[in-house]
């Protein structure tokens, strides 16, 4: 038997998780255990035995563990093992709105701050670090904690910078998130191509200035010496300045007030006004919120994914159920203002992210699955697809039988809504076009459900035609 023979069937090694000597993850059904392995013991000896991890738990900036017998551990030769509760859905950096990715940035640093109080630093800057639970950012890599030296620069700076500043500053200068961008450069924005990027634009702002135009002039400058005297890598170990704990915390402040005065991009979306706008009367609004505050009860699911969610009208009415619940869109104002509205509120259970149904996250990093897909991440105890099939079939040209399809491997249960080729909206969107050929009629979404779902109940709403389904995976 290998040494990778994992003891337990119920878990795995997390395929993404390979890059750290200290340590792994495992996931098991309802829970996490990052296995601390012998390069990591004294690290996290110090983690534990000091006040930081007491003071991040109930700030509840970290994930909640408990340390569990080091048989437990899935794989041999561990040194520890630390268990915490599975998030409902680990998002990545490319998921979030321009003020998620904010207040990842800010969670990092402050952090970074208590550790450096407490005589530790964070090994690295990685968004990755960072997921939601619900609104909330919580940092998620317990292994990250390492005793700080006296001296030493903080390693994580040019990665918080290219992970976090760089599209930060590019989101206010684009006037929208770049999620789009951090998916295809999931491990940053270079430094360099950054401050070419924001050129004449960020250049004379203090915080701009120093940690993006003049820090990617200092690693130029220092690539070419390195060149000159045939070293490799970024930065030579022995030319890397000493930097005082003075100065480290000073740096970091910096990089606090240069986030904090980014003003994010602002103005409405196309979107932000669709329930205003809709077609519903009062009356078939009312019916369509009570089916489906009736249907999640009937159901009662463990999770929700909002496919489509817009502002969040419904997937609201799960979160307020108590239950985890991901309201997910493509337009990222529209994302950012959810958000928003739900960290006012306080709200433990939604979390908006961005996301286009039509190009939903794939499977990115080393051996493609590093970073897990969203159907990887599934399935959803409950789907909820209204107002969307139109959409999907007349402006990506997605056919019925390949949504149902695509529902049916993401979702256990959908609450799908029908809307009739008479709607107004869909008339708008095929009436001199090609697309009034496109198949679509209801008779070809009934028979899309066959072999993937059972239709458990339907409604008709009212005069305007839609039709809401409860369906249930065969």
């Known amino acids: 038997m290998t040494t990778d023979a994992p003891r337990h069937p119920g878990s795995f090694r997390h395929p993404g998780s390979f890059r750290d000597p200290a340590g792994f993850v495992a996931v098991r059904e309802d829970h996490v255990l990052r296995v601390v392995l012998p390069p990591g013991r004294d690290d996290y000896a110090l983690f534990a035995a000091s006040p930081l991890a007491e003071k991040l738990r109930e700030k509840q900036l970290i994930l909640p563990f408990e340390e569990i017998p080091a048989s437990e551990s899935p794989h041999p030769g561990a040194a520890h093992v630390l268990r ?74 040019l990665q918080f910078c290219e992970q976090f500043l760089v599209p930060l500053l590019l989101s206010r200068r684009a006037g929208r998130a770049v999620s789009d961008l951090l998916r295809a450069r999931h491990d940053g924005i270079p430094l360099d191509a950054g401050a070419r990027l924001l050129r004449g634009w960020s250049s004379l702002r203090p915080g701009p200035l120093m940690h993006v135009h003049l820090h990617a002039r200092s690693i130029r400058r220092d690539a070419r010496r390195m060149r ?23 740096l970091v402040d910096s990089l606090r007030r240069t986030v904090e005065s980014i003003t994010l991009p ?33 159901v009662s699911p463990a999770s929700v994914w909002d496919l489509g969610s817009n502002t969040g009208r419904y997937a609201r009415l799960a979160a307020d159920a108590g239950i985890p619940t991901a309201a997910f869109d493509a337009d990222d104002a529209v994302v950012d203002a959810m958000y928003r509205d739900a960290r006012e509120r306080g709200d433990e259970h939604l979390t908006p992210l961005v996301m286009n149904l039509a190009n939903p996250s794939p499977a990115l990093g080393w051996a493609h699955s590093e970073r897990e897909s969203l159907e990887a991440r599934g399935p959803a105890g409950l789907a909820l697809y209204l107002g969307l099939m139109h959409h999907l079939r007349f402006t990506h040209m997605v056919p019925l039988e390949e949504q149902m399809s695509y529902l049916a491997r993401i979702a256990r249960h959908a609450i799908v809504e029908w809307i009739p080729r008479e709607d107004v909206n869909v008339r708008a969107m095929t009436e001199g076009s090609v697309r009034e050929g496109f198949a679509y009629s209801r008779e070809g979404f009934l028979s899309a459900l066959e ?7 339907s409604v008709v709403l009212g005069e305007s035609g839609r039709e809401m389904f409860l369906v249930s995976r065969t």
Request: no cysteine.
């Open 84 to 157: 915490s509760p599975r998030l409902a859905l680990y998002s990545f950096p490319y998921e979030w709105s321009v003020s998620q990715l904010r207040d990842a940035a800010l969670l990092t640093l402050r952090v970074l701050r208590l550790a450096l109080r407490h005589g530790m630093t964070l090994k690295d800057a990685s968004a990755f670090n960072v997921s939601f639970a619900g609104a909330r950012p919580v940092f998620t890599d317990l292994l990250s904690f390492t005793a700080y030296r006296e001296g030493e620069p903080w390693a994580g700076y």
């Open 228 to 250: 000159r005297e045939g070293v490799s890598g970024r930065l030579a170990p022995a030319a890397a300045p000493r930097q005082s704990l003075k100065q480290t915390l000073a």
């Open 266 to 298: 602002g103005g409405g979306s196309a979107w932000d006004r669709y329930y205003d706008d809709t077609v519903y009367s009062g009356a078939e609004t009312r019916k369509k919120e009570d089916l489906v505050r009736g249907w999640i009860a009937r």
């Open 451 to 457: 072999g993937r779902f059972r239709v458990v109940e």
